[in-house]
């Protein structure tokens, strides 16, 4: 039963996930926080990490990652084909139609139509990983925030990160690695 419930959670994640990646974290989140909760808010900024630092897109890592975790190997491939079916299917699809009826203005009209949606589920998912990156605790709301569960070295390292890739173009895997450096002498120690 575990199976049928991480391929079809996958599933709906993979089949919702316009706009790659980053807009599908709350989808993920969403499965994987509050319908089953599978990991903690902790676990799913690990999740988070790690599907960013490995090669391949975040929602194959992401559900290899909570397969595992739920039912190990086998659990890691099923929400791994879950999340690659409906991608598959609908590419195929739309590949056929997109060649057929490329030029018809209800096409070009639906594909600018997508694209403050996937921008806003980017923002969303952005958004999350601040608040969770900014607050020493869990569950912070802003009616429930105290000047004292804000961490002040984790903004210090968002705005000089920020400040590092904008202003001087820095490469962003030397940030992440400067970041995990500073990170290890600052929370490790």
């Known amino acids: 039963m575990i199976y049928l419930q991480i391929f079809w959670s996958f599933f709906q994640i993979g089949l919702f996930s316009i706009g790659g990646g980053y807009a599908a ?12 909760k599978w990991l903690t808010l902790g676990e799913f900024a690990d999740l988070l990490t790690i599907s960013q630092m490995t090669p391949g897109p975040i929602a194959l890592n992401a559900s290899t990652f909570v397969g595992t975790k739920v039912a190990g190997l086998p659990g890691a491939i099923i929400a791994t084909v879950g ?3 409906p991608s598959c299917i609908i590419v195929i699809t739309l590949a056929y139609f997109y060649f057929k009826y490329k030029n018809l203005s209800t096409i070009q009209g639906i594909l600018k139509g997508l694209r403050p949606a996937v921008v806003s589920l980017i923002a969303s998912a952005g958004l999350s990983i601040l608040l969770l990156a900014v607050f020493k605790t869990e569950g912070v709301t802003l009616t429930t925030m105290n000047l004292s569960d804000i961490n002040f070295i984790s903004i210090a390292m968002v705005a000089a990160g920020v400040v590092v890739l904008r202003k001087f173009k820095m490469d962003p895997i030397k940030v992440m690695i ?12």
């Open 83 to 85: 999340c690659v079916t």
């Open 178 to 189: 400067a970041a995990g450096i500073v990170g290890i002498f600052i929370y490790g120690i």
């Open 25 to 36: 974290l709350p989808l993920i989140e969403h499965q994987v926080l509050e319908i089953h």
